[in-house]
């Protein structure tokens, strides 16, 4: 089974940029999960999708960070314009839909994640 | 809001030992998992064992175990016979229901010396 597929895995970018990530989820999970990570904490969540829908976006900085998941697959996650802190790891999480008979309940499935530089 | 407390930025034991991870949460909730995740370095992250509050039996998968003290509020990992491949950072991690957001502490980094 294919894992959290994302991209790029690496970006440096000067402050004021733009940069977008891309992230493929596994085949049949319904929920997609953005997450931040920078250096040294636990991942924040930015982003929860249901399918299409957002499911929460509290945390995520609306006026430089966007994004979308059309068709409810593959997500994109967009940065614009950079600032310095934005420098982190940017994670993407996939889990079952909640409460699916056989699921895996709460278990996050990651991808290897897009390591942001911003100079 | 829920939060996540991992007390040990950083954690050593010696290969074939038994190491203990802490962590301790607070949350108002009575429906709640806890997870414990392994990040290698620059690998993804995985997961390493799963709780289910409901549950009163602590979770086990082969080496790891968990100590979970639903009144405390705490979830300590415990890693038996522990081997060189067992070096990562590790994340407690709370998520309330099944579909609720997760929210991770900020880690733990093990050495396993041989």
């Known amino acids: 089974e294919a894992g959290v597929a994302q991209s790029p895995r690496y970006k440096i970018i000067e402050k004021r940029q733009s940069v977008a990530f891309w992230c493929n989820p596994i085949?049949?999970?319904?929920?997609l999960y953005w997450y931040q990570q920078i250096l040294g904490q636990g991942p924040k969540l930015l982003i929860q999708?249901?399918?299409?829908?957002?499911?929460?976006d509290s945390q995520l900085p609306k006026d430089r960070f966007s994004a979308e998941r059309l068709k409810g697959v593959d997500s994109t996650l967009k940065i614009q314009p950079a600032k310095l802190e934005d420098s982190a790891v940017y994670l993407c999480?996939?889990?079952?839909?909640?409460?699916?008979?056989?699921?895996?309940?709460?278990?996050?499935?990651f991808g290897e994640g897009s390591r942001l530089t911003v100079l | 809001a829920q939060t996540v407390t991992q007390s040990q930025p950083e954690m050593s034991v010696q290969e074939a030992e038994t190491v203990t991870l802490s962590c301790t949460y607070d949350?108002?909730?009575?429906?709640?998992?806890l997870f414990w995740y392994k990040q290698p370095p620059s690998r993804q992250m995985i997961l390493v064992i799963r709780?289910?509050?409901?549950?009163?039996q602590n979770a086990t998968e082969n080496r790891f175990s968990v100590n979970f003290q639903k009144a405390a509020k705490s979830f300590s990992l415990k890693i038996s016979d522990s081997q060189l491949g067992d070096a990562a950072m590790y994340f407690c991690?709370?998520?309330?229901?099944?579909?609720?957001?997760?929210?991770f502490g900020d880690g733990t980094t093990l050495t396993v010396k041989p």
């Open positions: 999480a996939s889990s079952f839909y909640p409460g699916l008979a056989g699921a895996n309940t709460g278990e996050l499935f």
């Open positions: 085949s049949g999970h319904a929920t």
């Open positions: 999708f249901q399918n299409n829908g957002v499911v929460d």
């Open positions: 949350t108002s909730e009575s429906d709640y998992y």
């Open positions: 709780q289910e509050a409901y549950k009163q």
């Open positions: 991690a709370y998520r309330r229901g099944s579909a609720g957001k997760s929210t």
